[in-house]
């Protein structure tokens, strides 16, 4: 079984900066990614960044040149280092681990509330 722990969420004004983490413990193995989605009521669940297992990295658009992800794979840990803040940042962040193995698997965090809010 794999849990994922975020902390890092809370409140911030517009154009502050916030540091989540995620740390991945348990049965982990043939890691394909790390990343983080974001979610707010009403609207699915979307990509924010993602970084492969390789290195590569994904943004969304809308935090291109604002958000940083990063990875510390002795730890498990993955890291989204947003600057910038804008009031429609905030949402409920959540970390996602997904392994290939035969198939693709999902694991999720339980998801951390980032408010950009004056």
């Known amino acids: 079984q794999v849990q994922l722990v975020e902390s890092g969420g809370g409140l911030v004004q517009p154009g502050g900066s916030l540091r989540l983490s995620c740390a991945a413990s348990g049965s982990i193995f043939s890691i394909y990614a790390m990343g983080w989605y974001r979610q707010t009521p009403g609207k699915q669940r979307g990509l924010v960044a993602i970084?492969?297992?390789?290195?590569?990295?994904a943004y969304a658009d809308s935090v291109k040149g604002r958000f940083t992800i990063s990875r510390d794979n002795a730890k498990n840990t993955v890291y989204l280092q947003m600057n910038s803040l804008k009031p429609e940042d905030t949402a409920v962040y959540y970390c996602?681990?997904?392994?290939?193995?035969?198939?693709?698997?999902?694991?999720w965090g339980q998801g951390t509330q980032v408010t950009v809010s004056s």
């Open positions: 996602n681990l997904r392994t290939h193995a035969i198939v693709f698997n999902d694991y």
């Open positions: 970084m492969t297992s390789a290195g590569s990295t």
